[in-house]
């Protein structure tokens, strides 16, 4: 694959661990023209002369292409003991058969850790904690095969399963995104249509790579974006994020995950006038649920957005820069805060991809915190290009009245919210 291929940004920098030999890597060290060498897409006048950077991408290249190069026997172990797992399962509930990988009955290892599937019962549709406790268990099963996913939401929740979605990376030539969709209600009456996107599978070292990629393309009027979610959302070769598309020609079942989900969730929300959108992921799949609101908004879809009613993640990598933050805050905050970042104690997921400066990534938005005894700490990403301190120091004073607990007031400039507010 050419750099032209990547090329639909006029500003970009991707990672090439695929053809990265060791002279780019040496070359990498030594010299500051990266533009030059075949490890990194960008463009040929590139120059970066801090050498502290260049050895993060050098040590960050060397763990990609180790991932790459386990992908394989790891997948394969992976395989066997999820299976093996099951065939446990199975004899320990006095089923003698052997495991179905497409089955109902078929676990993931995340599954198999924690079996919860179930939604709480005392929190009631007209709770203010309703999407929030749908969200995290549609997140979880996410992570379940097709059978498993419709059995839960049918049977379980009493709710209405649309589909399942595996989806086409037009860079990587492979399915890299999975997402269901699923309402309250059948028809008409539907008052919640939620999309879930499905995270980073427990032996998927290919995703690991991704997740650990600092790669990303300056999208105009959106900002820089993070590379391997922009592929995996359906990003296009050459046009990066045209808000029309067709699917693989003559291949049909190869569709791209922002537009066939986005076409299925306007269809929903016609047929539904009462409807509502919720988008909902864990790790990976969060940054994809993010990233796919976000994208709507750069697409100016105002009928999907005035209905959206949340967007809600759960160890959500980092995505995007200030100008993607300030972006996404303007169109999912306003006229009410729509995105949720849920956290827990030292999860590393929020903490990707972790190359770099704040230049290039940073979290944005309302960071809920729970540490190891779940107390909740709030913390505000609040832009100072957008609002002022005394009205940042405003909102903190509302979110603790709020929620109670301390709440923090972070700027751009800083990594993250899990360091400690000021």
Same mark, same amino acid.
């Given at each position: 694959?050419?750099?032209?291929?990547?090329?639909?940004s006029?500003?970009?920098?991707?990672?090439?661990?695929?053809?990265?030999?060791?002279?780019?890597?040496?070359?990498?060290?030594?010299?500051?023209?990266?533009?030059?060498?075949?490890?990194v897409?960008?463009?040929?006048?590139?120059?970066?002369?801090?050498?502290?950077r260049?050895l993060?991408?050098?040590l960050?290249?060397?763990?990609q292409?180790?991932?790459?190069?386990l992908?394989?026997?790891?997948?394969?172990?992976?395989?066997?003991?999820?299976?093996?797992?099951?065939?446990i399962?199975?004899?320990?509930?006095?089923?003698?058969?052997?495991?179905?990988?497409? !089955?109902? !009955?078929?676990?993931?290892?995340?599954?198999?850790?924690?079996?919860?599937?179930?939604?709480?019962?005392?929190?009631?549709?007209?709770?203010?904690?309703h999407?929030?406790?749908?969200?995290?268990?549609?997140?979880?099963?996410?992570?379940?095969?097709?059978?498993?996913?419709? $059995?839960?939401?049918?049977?379980?929740?009493?709710?209405?399963?649309?589909?399942?979605?595996?989806?086409?990376?037009?860079?990587e030539s492979?399915?890299?995104?999975?997402?269901?969709?699923?309402?309250?209600?059948a028809?008409? $009456?539907?008052?919640?249509v939620?999309?879930?996107?499905?995270?980073?599978?427990?032996?998927?070292?290919?995703?690991?790579?991704?997740?650990?990629?600092?790669?990303?393309?300056?999208?105009?009027?959106?900002?820089?974006?993070?590379?391997?979610?922009?592929?995996?959302?359906?990003?296009?070769?050459?046009?990066?994020?045209?808000?029309?598309?067709?699917?693989?020609?003559?291949?049909?079942?190869?569709?791209?995950?922002?537009?066939?989900?986005?076409?299925?969730?306007?269809?929903?929300?016609?047929?539904?006038?009462?409807?509502?959108?919720?988008?909902?992921?864990?790790?990976?799949?969060?940054?994809?649920?993010?990233l796919?609101?976000?994208?709507?908004?750069?697409?100016?879809?105002?009928?999907?957005?005035?209905?959206?009613?949340?967007?809600?993640?759960?160890?959500?990598?980092?995505?995007?820069?200030a100008?993607?933050?300030?972006?996404?805050?303007?169109?999912? $905050?306003?006229?009410?805060?729509?995105?949720?970042?849920?956290?827990?104690?030292?999860?590393?997921?929020?903490?990707?991809?972790?190359?770099?400066?704040?230049?290039?990534?940073?979290h944005?938005?309302l960071?809920?915190?729970?540490?190891?005894?779940?107390?909740?700490?709030?913390?505000?990403?609040?832009?100072?290009?957008?609002?002022?301190?005394?009205?940042?120091?405003?909102?903190?004073?509302?979110?603790?009245?709020?929620?109670?607990?301390?709440?923090?007031?972070?700027?751009?400039?800083?990594?993250?919210?899990?360091?400690?507010?000021?």
């Amino acid at each position: 694959m050419s750099k032209l291929d990547y090329c639909f940004s006029n500003d970009y920098m991707v990672l090439r661990p695929d053809r990265a030999s060791p002279f780019d890597l040496l070359h990498l060290l030594f010299s500051p023209k990266v533009g030059r060498n075949k490890a990194v897409d960008c463009f040929t006048s590139t120059e970066i002369r801090s050498f502290p950077r260049r050895l993060a991408l050098f040590l960050n290249l060397l763990l990609q292409i180790l991932l790459l190069s386990l992908a394989g026997p790891v997948a394969a172990i992976g395989a066997a003991v999820e299976l093996a797992l099951n065939l446990i399962d199975n004899v320990l509930h006095g089923k003698m058969e052997y495991p179905d990988r497409s !089955s109902a !009955s078929y676990r993931s290892l995340t599954g198999l850790i924690d079996r919860r599937v179930d939604l709480d019962r005392s929190i009631s549709p007209a709770d203010s904690r309703h999407h929030a406790a749908l969200c995290v268990m549609a997140s979880k099963v996410a992570y379940e095969n097709e059978a498993f996913i419709r $059995d839960v939401v049918t049977r379980r929740w009493q709710m209405e399963f649309v589909k399942f979605y595996n989806c086409w990376n037009e860079f990587e030539s492979a399915y890299t995104a999975q997402a269901f969709v699923f309402c309250d209600k059948a028809g008409p $009456d539907a008052e919640l249509v939620v999309v879930a996107f499905r995270g980073t599978p427990a032996f998927d070292a290919a995703r690991w790579r991704a997740d650990l990629d600092p790669s990303w393309y300056k999208v105009p009027r959106l900002g820089r974006a993070h590379a391997a979610y922009t592929h995996a959302l359906g990003a296009q070769r050459n046009m990066g994020w045209p808000k029309w598309v067709e699917h693989v020609k003559g291949k049909p079942q190869k569709v791209y995950a922002y537009y066939t989900i986005r076409d299925a969730v306007k269809g929903l929300l016609e047929a539904s006038p009462k409807a509502r959108l919720l988008v909902t992921g864990h790790g990976s799949g969060g940054a994809l649920a993010v990233l796919f609101a976000t994208v709507m908004a750069y697409h100016r879809e105002k009928a999907v957005m005035d209905r959206l009613a949340g967007v809600y993640t759960f160890g959500q990598p980092q995505v995007g820069d200030a100008m993607l933050a300030m972006f996404a805050e303007r169109n999912l $905050d306003r006229p009410k805060k729509r995105h949720f970042r849920f956290t827990y104690a030292g999860d590393p997921l929020p903490r990707l991809p972790g190359v770099g400066s704040s230049a290039h990534f940073l979290h944005f938005g309302l960071c809920l915190h729970f540490d190891v005894s779940y107390n909740l700490k709030v913390i505000v990403h609040a832009s100072l290009l957008e609002i002022n301190r005394a009205h940042a120091l405003r909102l903190r004073c509302i979110l603790e009245f709020i929620f109670g607990g301390t709440i923090g007031v972070r700027t751009p400039c800083r990594r993250h919210c899990l360091n400690n507010p000021e």
